[in-house]
């Protein structure tokens, strides 16, 4: 049974580029969030997506959006990207039963030079 | 504001010396508090989730525990490959989740 995954596993983008991350799910799993984990930080959190509607949304700006598509996969886009968005990007899977306890994928480390 | 607090933020322990981790929150409502183990360059490990005070959880060697405003994660006889960040995490009312700093774990065999 494959786990949460993310693509791609490492980014390198300059600043006010836009970048593409993406994430499939753990099979049987239908939400997905996004969180962004600076260097020594706790994950802080981004948003949440259900039946390809964003359901939550933490303290984070327009630059970042998401999509959930029907096989309930997700990516999340930032635009204009800034020095301070570099850092781990980690996507969680949750069943919609039981939403709140989330399987974490390995990641995407975004570096903005 | 929701707030979570872990200490302390490291923690070296000799092999089979037992000790506990503390997670102090403040919340205006909780849904549920999360325990999270993280390796160097991985995503979070999902350990438990505790729903109420007095609810306790346990998985080998942790033993999780949770009051109005504290959650323990008690680890017995620690072995190296316990070593790792555990991260505690909130989940109010609002369904927001909130996450701490972490503790960094090192088990010295």
């Known amino acids: 049974d494959a786990g949460v995954t993310q693509s791609p596993t490492h980014l390198i983008k300059t600043r006010g580029q836009q970048v593409t991350l993406r994430c499939s799910p753990k099979s049987g799993h239908d939400t997905v969030s996004w969180y962004q984990q600076a260097l020594g930080q706790g994950p802080q959190f981004i948003f949440q997506?259900?039946?390809?509607?964003?359901?939550q949304r933490g303290n984070f700006p327009d630059r970042f959006s998401g999509h959930q598509f029907p096989n309930y996969s997700s990516e999340l886009n930032v635009n204009a990207l800034l020095l301070g968005d570099s850092a781990l990007y980690l996507c969680?899977?949750?069943?919609?039963?039981?939403?709140?306890?989330?399987?974490f994928g390995p990641g995407t480390r975004l570096l903005v030079l | 504001e929701d707030q979570v607090t872990q200490s302390p933020e490291a923690l070296r322990l000799q092999e089979g010396e037992s000790s506990s981790l503390n997670c102090s929150y403040t919340v205006s409502g909780l849904r549920g508090l999360f325990w999270y183990r993280q390796d160097p360059g991985k995503g979070p490990e999902f350990l438990f989730t505790l729903y109420s005070a007095g609810e306790e959880k346990e998985k080998e060697r942790l033993k999780a525990t949770l009051t109005k405003k504290e959650s323990f994660l008690h680890i017995t006889a620690p072995k190296p490959e316990d070593s790792a960040t555990y991260l505690c995490?909130?989940?109010?009312?609002?369904?927001?989740?909130?996450f701490g700093t972490g503790t960094s774990l090192t088990v010295i065999p």
């Open positions: 995490a909130l989940l109010d009312t609002g369904n927001q989740f909130y």
């Open positions: 997506y259900y039946e390809e509607e964003e359901r």
């Open positions: 969680a899977s949750s069943s919609g039963t039981e939403w709140e306890t989330q399987y």
